[in-house]
């Protein structure tokens, strides 16, 4: 799987978006790109992915980059209960494989 | 719908003592996960099963532990003997193999504390 480059930390007004960016310049044609949480002593949170389009669902957004070397997740209204780790994580489609976490931005959502 | 089970949550125990660790998926799912969380080394694969039969436990550290996954609903990470180095959080996550790609659940990891 490639690997993910991300800021080890961020901060955010509480109200405004948090743009978390992530680079995987190695990244394959048939490579996802996934976004996981980790909130103080809890397990990961799926948050969403994708593989080329824009997604986004009731947690986030996900901008793909057309040459898929670089994505940003955006949290549209960040609240202090958004305050994790944010993984970006590349992997394969074959299914069922496992998660390669690396260290993560630690978002810090500040009132 | 109730997420994947850990128990124990907490556990604290005497080096050299054994200890079982039990992770229950989500209902359907037929690929299991358990990984190892540690400040030194962030999140690691520890082994993962499909449809019961264990895929890969390269991520294993040494044969003092072992996994099995009995049925479709039921899996156990056993350390004998447990020692202070293995003190960690441990996660089981859970996915349906039929998905493409899978998307992974996590639970919320047992504590484990070797003194």
């Known amino acids: 799987d490639a690997k993910t480059t991300q800021p080890t930390s961020m901060d955010c007004a509480e109200g405004r978006a948090a743009n978390l960016p992530c680079n995987h310049s190695t990244i394959s044609g048939n490579e996802y790109v996934y976004w996981y949480r980790q909130i103080h002593s809890q397990g990961p949170q799926y948050i969403i992915h994708?593989?080329?389009n824009n997604e986004t669902n009731e947690m986030a957004s996900l901008i793909i980059t057309e040459d898929r070397k670089s994505s940003t997740l955006i949290l549209p209204h960040a609240t202090l209960r958004d305050t994790a780790v944010y993984y970006c994580?590349?992997?394969?489609?074959?299914?069922?494989?496992?998660?390669?976490f690396g260290k993560g931005t630690r978002l810090s959502v500040i009132a | 719908d109730a997420g994947v089970i850990q128990s124990p949550r907490h556990e604290v125990t005497e080096m050299g003592q054994e200890v079982t660790l039990r992770c229950k998926p989500i209902s359907g799912h037929n690929s299991l996960f358990w990984y190892r969380q540690t400040m030194m080394r962030g999140l690691e694969l520890l082994i993962y099963?499909?449809?019961?039969?264990?895929?890969?436990d390269s991520g294993m550290p040494e044969d003092r532990f072992s996994a099995k996954m009995p049925n479709a609903s039921f899996s156990t990470l056993k350390i004998q003997p447990s020692e202070p180095r293995d003190s960690a959080v441990y996660f089981c996550a859970s996915s349906l193999v039929a998905q493409r790609p899978d998307t992974q659940y996590f639970g919320p990891g047992t504590r484990l504390t070797v003194l």
């Open positions: 994580i590349v992997r394969g489609n074959s299914g069922n494989t496992p998660l390669v």
């Open positions: 994708g593989l080329k």
């Open positions: 099963f499909n449809n019961n039969v264990p895929i890969d």
